[in-house]
């Protein structure tokens, strides 16, 4: 059975082993968007900075709530207008840190009974990076390993050969 602590741990194991090598890039090459026409470095961090701002928003509202029922945002929005590519990396990198910290934080702190109590009516057939059924109950720890996922995921994108934490 997963726990909150379990998630914790696997969130800040991801940003353990990510962090010095995000530190690794200088501010000239994180900006630099790809030919492919693909966000920068700078982008896809600020893009999980985003992501994780309204998952924070979503673990803390869905603990005493009987349904997982949230918007959505329009990322590209959201990265074209903070202008992430024209911050300053180090600044990015600290904020992109200290969230996922604090995430992880918030994270430990969910009760087994929130984390696993089965919700019927949710909005996760649109908003989540591995999308679930409407019809299929949901819980809160779907959605929290759904973040750790799409954050991973955005991560190979930078370092194709991040480990599988």
Do not use: C
């Not at 082993?17 to 200088?26: F, T």
């Not at 309204?54 to 949230?70: E, K, S, T, V």
């Not at 969910?110 to 299929?136: C, T």
């Amino acid at each position: 059975m997963i726990s909150g602590l379990d998630l914790a741990k696997r969130l800040r194991a991801v940003i353990d082993e990510v962090s010095p090598l995000l530190a690794s890039i200088d501010d000239k090459s994180a900006g630099t968007a790809a030919s492919n026409g693909k966000w920068s470095t700078k982008q896809i961090i600020g893009h999980l900075v985003d992501s994780a701002a309204n998952n924070h928003r979503r673990f803390i509202l869905a603990q005493g709530r009987d349904d997982l029922l949230f918007e959505g945002y329009d990322q590209e929005h959201w990265v074209t207008t903070q202008r992430y590519e024209s911050e300053s990396w180090s600044g990015l990198l600290a904020l992109w840190h200290a969230y996922n910290q604090h995430l992880a934080w918030v994270i430990e702190a969910i009760s087994e009974s929130e984390l696993l109590k089965p919700r019927g009516v949710h909005s996760l057939d649109r908003i989540a990076w591995k999308v679930q059924q409407a019809e299929e109950p949901v819980t809160l720890a779907f959605l929290v390993t759904d973040y750790v996922d799409h954050l991973e995921n955005h991560l190979r994108q930078i370092f194709p050969d991040l480990s599988k934490v």
